[in-house]
């Protein structure tokens, strides 16, 4: 009897942790990000992922990058490459945590050596903020302007090594680093769908390229909403699986 008691346990104990999984892990949907964005992607390296509305009357892409650094006070960046699937030529955007609990910083680099230092890109951008959410995850906001009746863009994503006075570190050379590029496609049948409970938020006026906000501290709207759903669904799983143990222990 009180074998048969102790696998119906385990079975519950099973059961109850694929429920608890899914609720403490990140996906688009838990993400809540500051604004409105049509589409979510999970990107197919690195754990990241990208929030972002194509607007086509005034060919301008607004994104949110998503990212966790492999160490408190490493970098992550997002960019755009103009010519090439690459790091190189890459027109990016990169940002981290001056310390820790600290608000990042963002600022923007054009990539044409491997020697990482702040410069103007070769596009407009406007709306640049960065912001952190729970789990050391860092957020990037902007909207940048593409080539009018653009299909898709190169996009480059990256997270790397330690910042040493303002100085971005060399990333690792890790197989998921090396490949962290895609084609966003922006337009066609091959376009993403919208994502749940999106719309299209407002984009105002463009400054002229490297004009985008660097200060610190501007993200507005929720920083830790998606870890409170987190840790209200784990709470909830954890006391159903205390009231089971009760149950099949007594």
């Not at 079975?11 to 996906?27: F, K, M, R």
């Not at 086509?56 to 755009?80: M, Q, Y």
Request: hydrophobic share 40%; aromatic share 8%; proline share 8%.
């Amino acid at each position: 009897m009180a074998s048969n008691s102790s696998l119906t346990l385990v079975l519950a104990l099973a059961c109850l942790v694929s429920l608890i999984s899914p609720a403490i892990s990140q996906t688009c949907p838990t993400q809540n990000v500051s604004g409105n964005f049509e589409n979510c992607m999970a990107l197919p390296q690195l754990d990241s992922y990208l929030h972002y509305t194509y607007d086509a009357a005034n060919s301008s892409l607004s994104v949110a990058f998503v990212a966790t650094p492999p160490r408190s006070g490493d970098w992550v960046a997002w960019a755009i490459n103009p010519t090439a699937r690459r790091m190189l030529g890459s027109q990016a955007f990169l940002a981290y945590s001056p310390r820790a609990g600290a608000r990042p910083e963002v600022n923007t680099y054009n990539i044409s050596t491997y020697n990482l230092t702040p410069g103007r890109l070769s596009f407009e951008f406007w709306n640049l903020r960065a912001e952190s959410m729970a789990g050391n995850m860092i957020v990037i906001y902007t909207t940048v302007k593409v080539p009018a009746g653009a299909e898709s863009v190169n996009q480059v994503w990256q997270m790397g090594g330690n910042v040493t006075a303002g100085r971005p570190g060399v990333h690792p050379m890790n197989p998921a680093n090396m490949a962290s590029t895609a084609v966003l496609r922006l337009t066609g049948s091959d376009a993403p769908s919208s994502a749940p409970g999106a719309a299209p938020g407002s984009v105002p006026g463009p400054t002229t390229p490297g004009g985008g906000s660097t200060t610190p501290g501007q993200a507005g709207g929720p920083r830790n909403a998606g870890s409170m759903t987190a840790s209200v669904n784990f709470g909830v799983n954890f006391g159903i699986l205390v009231m089971l143990a009760t149950v099949f222990i007594f």
